[in-house]
């Protein structure tokens, strides 16, 4: 008798109250500058995009991409100096010359990527919401660049039976 009324609970559980946040296309935010370097453009843009709106204000978003584009132009002027020297060097140097460039590339990727994780532990895993750099096809051309993803984390139905 007992198994019954719990089976008539399971029944009336209704699916499409339910959606799957997982569905959701991540949202990407392409580089806008104009100077780029190993694929990282030296700013990103702030504007706010609409598959954000009621996730997330408007200023916090503003404020993450603001801290990313104080990393980029911190890092990316001495970058672009160190390449330049790196490619006239280049032919005496079998391209050993090149290799500064490619370090402090890296250290500015992981500088960006520090920056997001502070701020997804921050606020934005709280607001179901993950950052990060990823690497993706050029829309233009053959090429890749670095864009700033913005991926939504399920939330976890916690009155859905298992």
Request: charge should be neutral.
């Amino acid at each position: 008798m007992a198994s019954s009324v719990f089976d008539a609970i399971y029944e009336e559980v209704d699916e499409d109250r339910y959606p799957d946040d997982c569905t959701i296309e991540p949202v990407v935010i392409r580089g806008a500058g104009n100077m780029t370097v190993f694929g990282l453009s030296n700013r990103f843009v702030s504007d706010f995009p609409s598959a954000l709106t009621g996730r997330v204000a408007p200023e916090e978003f503003k404020a993450t991409i603001t801290r990313v584009n104080l990393v980029l132009r911190k890092n990316l002027p001495v970058n672009v100096k160190w390449l330049f020297c790196g490619c006239l060097c280049c032919c005496c140097t079998l391209g050993c010359s090149l290799w500064p460039v490619i370090c402090l590339s890296r250290k500015t990727r992981h500088s960006i990527i520090k920056v997001l994780e502070w701020e997804n532990s921050r606020l934005y895993h709280k607001l179901g919401l993950h950052w990060r750099l990823n690497k993706q096809w050029c829309d233009t051309n053959n090429m890749m660049e670095y864009v700033l993803l913005i991926e939504f984390i399920p939330k976890v139905p916690i009155h859905r039976p298992d």
